[in-house]
């Protein structure tokens, strides 16, 4: 089997030259499971951090995260790649692109401004065109009235009702998400604040503080672990979804927004909040047609589902392992071929937590946390009987058996030596 690596080049202190090719395993052999080998560069490009492929032609699309470009390259040979058009500007750090289903566009999203980007592509596969989508606004930002009912449009859309909107700003939970206080009640916060008054300074202290729920509210959640960046709008990940729209992450502002694609232009079309710092960075569409989202810094896995009048809701999520460490951060999220197992990604402690999907694909359960193998884990998926992971950091790439029976990576099947891997992408066959 062949995959394409993306990669950081020197301009993002990487040891790449562009697009890599690997193989896995031994011709006309059903398991991939065999030796790699890393081939070399199969087409020159600065950082060309993620791929994806047409869907039926033979071109790939690569994000040039330095030069905030998406370029497309049209396959020439074997393992070799010739660039198509000219790279077509998206956005500060684009990091990851996603192709329609059709093969008529592709959607951008940038890392470094936030920015979602919607590009329009030709018969030949060539990009142009780009159309960016209306900015993301922060949900936490200024105080939240915890005891407030949602609406369509409102930041807290996937919740419903007075509890929910506790929960979008952090005073309430659901299970798997942490604990938080639950919301006090208005009127007797409203009671404290005039009884303080009436007081004075002399006797305020002895009236009850139930105002303080004020503070709560305008701090709006748990505390957000030590080493996460200010909240600006990080946009992070795309997913089509079967009904035509399309789901992004925004990693800063802990949001998955949901987009109208048009013929010429891209249109919001209601967003999910998660819990605040918890940063949703890659999705990976389950078959029951349930959204799963790791996020980066809480390690979490959540999943959403849409209800009957088509929106999408947050039904809950839980840690993708109780055993990760402060300063781990989720990296990749990816599914088993039945769709049984999910595996996180986390570097840091670099490992790889697998999930078993449960009921209907609404439930997870954490199972097992295994070494990757690797120094910082970027990127992983399933091939045939193994998983396998690029290592950023130690410049490889490695195979992992994969239990058939518990689903969980195992040991180190094979490795080989790849430049500053960041993306696996397999070939067209």
């Excluded at 729209?245 to 987009?259: E, K, N, P, Q, S």
């Excluded at 990296?331 to 570097?347: C, K, P, V």
Aim: net charge negative; proline share 7%.
């Amino acid at each position: 089997m062949r995959f394409w690596l993306g990669s950081y080049t020197s301009d993002s202190g990487g040891r790449a030259t562009g697009i890599g090719a690997l193989r896995a395993g031994e011709p006309d052999v059903a398991s991939a499971g065999g030796p790699l080998s890393f081939v070399g560069t199969a087409a020159a490009a600065a950082s060309p951090s993620w791929l994806a492929q047409h869907p039926t032609l033979d071109v790939v699309y690569a994000t040039l995260e330095h030069r905030g470009q998406v370029a497309a390259f049209r396959r020439t040979g074997l393992d070799s790649f010739a660039p198509l058009g000219t790279p077509v500007d998206a956005g500060e750090a684009v990091c990851h692109a996603a192709v329609a289903p059709d093969g008529h566009t592709l959607v951008a999203s940038c890392w470094g401004d936030g920015r979602v980007v919607r590009m329009s592509l030709d018969a030949a596969g060539t990009p142009s065109t780009p159309v960016i989508a209306a900015a993301a606004a922060d949900p936490f930002a200024g105080p939240v009235d915890p005891f407030a009912t949602t609406g369509d449009g409102a930041s807290g859309e996937s919740f419903a009702g007075t509890e929910g909107a506790a929960m979008a700003a952090g005073l309430f939970t659901v299970p798997g998400m942490g604990v938080g206080p639950s919301a006090l009640d208005a009127e007797l916060a409203a009671a404290s604040r005039a009884l303080r008054a009436a007081a004075g300074d002399e006797y305020a202290h002895l009236v009850p503080e139930y105002d303080l729920a004020e503070d709560a509210v305008a701090e709006a959640a748990p505390p957000v672990a030590e080493g996460v960046p200010e909240r600006v709008s990080r946009a992070h990940a795309a997913v089509h979804l079967p009904d035509g729209r399309v789901a992004t992450t925004d990693l800063g502002f802990d949001l998955v927004r949901f987009w109208r694609i048009g013929s010429t232009g891209i249109r919001a079309d209601g967003e999910v909040v998660l819990p605040r710092g918890s940063g949703p960075r890659h999705m990976v569409l389950h078959p029951s047609g349930h959204l799963h989202v790791l996020a980066e810094y809480s390690r979490e896995v959540f999943t959403l589902a849409t209800g009957p009048d088509g929106r999408w809701r947050l039904l809950g999520g839980v840690a993708a392992s109780a055993l990760t460490m402060d300063g781990d951060t989720g990296a990749e999220l990816a599914r088993s071929h039945d769709g049984q197992f999910l595996y996180a990604g986390i570097r840091g402690s670099d490992t790889i937590a697998t999930l078993r999907v449960r009921g209907e694909g609404d439930r997870l359960e954490a199972v097992a946390l295994v070494d990757a193998g690797v120094t910082w884990p970027r990127h992983h998926l399933v091939s045939r009987d193994i998983l396998l992971v690029a290592g950023e950091r130690s410049d490889d790439v490695v195979s992992l058996t994969l239990d058939i029976r518990t689903g969980v990576p195992g040991r180190v099947r094979s490795r080989t030596e790849a430049p500053s891997p960041t993306r696996i992408l397999p070939a067209r066959r």
